[in-house]
């Protein structure tokens, strides 16, 4: 989608409303970035989509004097909790916790202010959340908007578990990519198990029973209800077009629960009684954005019906189907509960070419290119701005980061910074100039047009504040107002750069965080000290520290390149337990060795899973120390240099012992 779809009103542009000085309404704001899943930690990507975007715009409403509180959740009852669990053998409510303590660290680190980020299991809202899981669909019932269905779903009796959510795989039925759970990220329909083409389990259990449940869902009565706010809402087409294809396609039903034990129990399972029917998590956003709405400052509630409080939400595309018809379509239905007046979305955010993932720790975690790199906080969200997913998919490349860093941040910026402080001189600060708050005005005008929802433009928001860095190379008015040059850097850098705005800001004696009604005031600047530097020259080596594997190794691959190194499959990756390679023996469609080959890496404590089968296999012990357990009985201990060899049908297993990670060499053949 291309941007030049979404103009600015001219008049926005290029009206020169006087807003210094000048009495504003002081609006309210309530901003909910989508709830994360606590089964891993924030990366860029999460921050690239909804996390920034929200904290920019609320940094800009407060700003300009409006209250704006970002509130938000970890999705505990999200299913992807309990594969977390399952694969690092702790308790989900373990695996919650301890994430959601991650999540609010690496919100912090990326300087993501929140007002509420908070943990549903934790004592002081657990309650309150479960009621309200409970009171939305009790709402929704009375109003009639509730259907039940039967549906077929699978069910292992040895594990004990539907086949469902996070347990479930196979291909989309409306685009036949591969998809598991309820919604494929490939074309944003959501679907129902039953539906799912070539269902299998990820955990692998085979004795799979087809059984039937019944599970709840909305009815949305008047879909082009609906379909009206959604457009009043002034959302890119291809929401709307997603949505109007379910809701024909699934004749305008939308989930509200689901079988299973892991959530807000709903009602007792027809077919089990151990097992229940829990609130779908989708349908939990609703409830956590009222859990939200009930911390809102000030005593009204944000999603009363009478609220002035605007509401907006951002999220992911894939999310449209929960958002567009659960959330709404479920306000809409109960006339209990004011919709939200804005959900702003994107798409899909890559890093170097490939989708970020948890899984395969291909990914930067947002607290470690911050705290384990000399890359400040406010050149991150600056590139994420400049570089980010809001009409179309992107990529985050280090070398273009690396490259914006030095030449636009370093060179441009911090040196236009270090001169304008080189000449101010406290004592001879006038008010100012006439033609310098004009044009500043009509900056901050079009800085707020290109934020605000619908409408928002995070890229080209940034034009205005490059264009204003460029107008203080006039020499007029570094020279002659550096005073003001900085105040007004600090004013625009504010939503985007806070950490350097903020240095600007108090190192001008100014008070508090940066805003229009503090702008215009002169205070008397204690010129004592240097500035910090706020942008440091990086290198790829800088940033090593904080690159996954998938980038680091992949320079070292292709920069040694030979014809007798061989290629490595993609890896196999249980996070936090082992990555297994299996080499590539494959040359010009001809298999190069009478045996298979790969190389697998344990982590400390961890456990390679129980294997066994008919080729016979050996190992090389390549790095660190563990122990081996042979036929469920043998302990053998290992280290670098061992060579060991498995007999067909022997089981075999290996704990790492060590501190390091474990590489084993393993080759297997069929006699
Ligand atoms: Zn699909």
């Given at each position: 989608m ?8 001219p ?11 000048s ?23 999460h921050?690239?989509?909804?996390f920034?975007?929200?904290?920019i715009?609320?940094?800009l ?18 299913s992807?909790t ?15 916790n ?7 660290k ?15 299991l934790?004592?002081?809202f657990?309650?309150?959340v ?5 009171d939305?669909?009790?709402k ?10 039967t ?83 002034g ?39 151990e ?23 000030g ?9 002035d ?6 999220f ?17 239905a ?13 798409h ?51 070398q ?6 030095n ?28 033609s ?21 433009q ?13 107008r203080?190379?006039?020499k ?41 009604e ?7 600047v ?46 196999e ?5 082992m ?17 298979k080959?790969?190389r ?33 009985t ?10 060991l ?9 290996v ?11 393993s ?5």
């Amino acid at each position: 989608m291309n941007t030049a779809e979404y103009p600015i009103e001219p008049d926005k542009i290029f009206c020169f409303m006087r807003i210094f000085g000048s009495p504003q309404v002081r609006r309210k704001y309530l901003l909910i970035p989508a709830m994360p899943t606590p089964n891993g930690r924030l990366h860029l990507g999460h921050m690239g989509g909804p996390f920034l975007k929200m904290d920019i715009l609320a940094r800009l409403y407060r700003r300009n004097g409006h209250q704006a509180e970002v509130m938000s959740a970890s999705d505990v009852y999200e299913s992807y909790t309990l594969m977390k669990s399952f694969r690092t053998h702790l308790p989900v409510k373990t695996v919650c916790n301890d994430f959601h303590e991650l999540i609010v660290k690496d919100l912090s680190a990326m300087m993501v202010e929140c007002s509420h980020y908070f943990n549903p299991l934790e004592e002081t809202f657990r309650t309150t959340v479960d009621d309200t899981y409970r009171d939305t669909l009790e709402k929704i019932t009375a109003a009639g908007a509730v259907v039940k269905r039967t549906e077929k779903v699978l069910y292992s009796p040895s594990a004990d578990k539907y086949i469902v959510g996070t347990w479930l795989k196979g291909k989309c039925p409306h685009c036949h990519s591969d998809a598991g759970s309820y919604l494929c990220e490939a074309c944003g329909m959501q679907f129902n198990p039953e539906d799912v083409l070539e269902p299998a389990a990820v955990t692998g259990e085979t004795d799979l029973e087809e059984v039937t449940v019944d599970s709840f869902f909305l009815k949305i009565t008047q879909p082009e209800a609906l379909i009206a706010h959604i457009q009043k809402m002034g959302v890119p087409d291809i929401n709307l077009e997603i949505v109007q294809r379910y809701l024909t396609h699934y004749n305008n039903e939308v989930r509200l629960t689901n079988p299973g034990k892991w959530g807000v129990k709903w009602q007792d399972d027809i077919w089990r009684g151990e097992n229940y029917n829990v609130v779908f998590p989708y349908s939990g956003l609703l409830s956590l954005s009222r859990v939200c709405g009930g911390l809102y400052p000030g005593g009204q509630h944000p999603f009363s019906k009478d609220s002035d409080v605007i509401t907006i939400a951002s999220f992911g595309i894939d999310s449209t189907i929960p958002w567009f018809a659960g959330v709404l379509g479920s306000c809409l239905a109960t006339d209990e509960l004011k919709p939200f007046d804005y959900f702003l979305t994107n798409h899909f955010y890559r890093l170097e070419g490939s989708k970020f993932s948890t899984s395969r720790l291909h990914a930067i975690w947002a607290a470690d290119i911050v705290n384990k790199t000399k890359a400040s906080v406010d050149a991150v969200r600056y590139y994420l701005t400049k570089n980010n997913p809001e009409f179309e998919e992107k990529d985050f490349f280090v070398q273009d980061f690396i490259s914006l860093n030095n030449h636009f941040l370093v060179e441009r910026l911090n040196n236009q910074i270090e001169k304008c402080w080189h000449y101010l001189e406290p004592a001879e600060v006038q008010p100012i100039s006439d033609s310098l708050l004009r044009a500043l005005e009509a900056a901050l005008e079009t800085q707020s047009a290109y934020l605000e929802p619908p409408r928002q433009q995070l890229a080209e928001s940034l034009t205005v504040f490059d264009s204003w860095v460029k107008r203080l190379t006039d020499k007029n008015i570094w020279k002659q107002q550096p005073y003001w040059a900085l105040k007004s850097i600090a004013l625009l850098a504010y939503p985007v750069m806070p950490k350097m705005s903020q240095a600007l800001w108090t190192a001008l004696s100014a008070a508090g965080a940066p805003s229009l009604e503090g702008f215009l005031a002169i205070e008397p600047v204690v010129k004592n000290a240097s500035l910090p530097r706020f942008f440091e020259v990086l290198t790829y080596e800088d940033l090593l520290p904080c690159l996954p594997a998938t980038l680091t190794q992949a320079t070292t691959q292709s920069q040694t390149s030979s014809k007798i190194l061989l290629d490595f499959m993609e890896p196999e990756v249980e996070a936090g337990i082992m990555e297994v390679r299996e080499v590539n023996l494959i040359n010009n469609d001809e298999r190069i060795a009478p045996f298979k080959a790969s190389r697998f890496e344990v982590y400390p404590g961890q456990q390679s899973p129980l294997d066994i089968h008919e080729v016979r296999e050996c190992w090389f012990v390549s790095q660190g120390k563990g122990e081996v357990i042979y036929n469920g009985t043998e302990v053998v201990p290992v280290s670098s240099g061992d060579v060991l060899y498995f007999e067909s049908n022997q089981s075999h297993q290996v704990t790492n012992t060590g501190e390091d990670q474990l590489i084993i060499f393993s080759v297997w053949w069929k006699e």
